[in-house]
């Protein structure tokens, strides 16, 4: 669990671009599943030119509704724990990188605000999972900042957790 400032566009568009760079060095398929971040993972993503080579598909799963008919998150996971929770991040990612035939999934699931958080989960809780080779990790992240700041710095630390799932993951 961490605090960050949010990031700069030209350190998002590094991390973007190493991360592009290490799925086609490794000849992996990325696909992503945004809850609060609506889609700026993978645009994001397909900012980088030759893209295309590694990422094919992208989920955005806002409403429960579809976390489950898209990615197969378990309504009884969404019951128990809720949509902004380490079982339904990791769900999210099982269910994308069967869904989309890829090697390596991330997602993000949280309160962007300003409304939504409350005591338990408030405004900022973000969770970010990533799947490879039947291991998923979860990080669980405590944001600042305006809505579209939290949006950014989930981005940034997804982009963070996927280059280093890709490194760990090369090494076996």
Request: glycine letters at 8%; a neutral charge.
């Amino acid at each position: 669990m961490e605090l960050y400032d949010s990031g700069s566009t030209a350190d998002l568009d590094r991390l973007a671009d190493s991360c592009v760079d290490l799925l086609r060095k490794h000849r992996l398929i990325v696909t992503t599943a945004e809850s609060c971040t609506g889609g700026m993972l993978s645009a994001k993503l397909v900012d980088i030119p030759g893209v295309s080579e590694v990422f094919q598909e992208g989920y955005v799963t806002y409403s429960n509704k579809s976390k489950r008919r898209l990615l197969n998150v378990s309504k009884s996971t969404l019951k128990k724990y809720g949509a902004v929770s380490t079982q339904t991040a990791r769900e999210m990612a099982i269910g994308a990188v069967f869904a989309a035939s890829a090697d390596i999934a991330v997602s993000i699931t949280g309160i962007a605000g300003p409304d939504g958080g409350d005591e338990e989960k408030p405004v900022g809780l973000v969770f970010i999972a990533c799947y490879m080779n039947d291991r998923v990790t979860v990080e669980e992240h405590h944001f600042r900042g305006s809505r579209s700041e939290v949006r950014t710095q989930s981005v940034q630390s997804a982009l963070r957790l996927l280059r280093a799932t890709i490194l760990e993951h090369s090494k076996d």
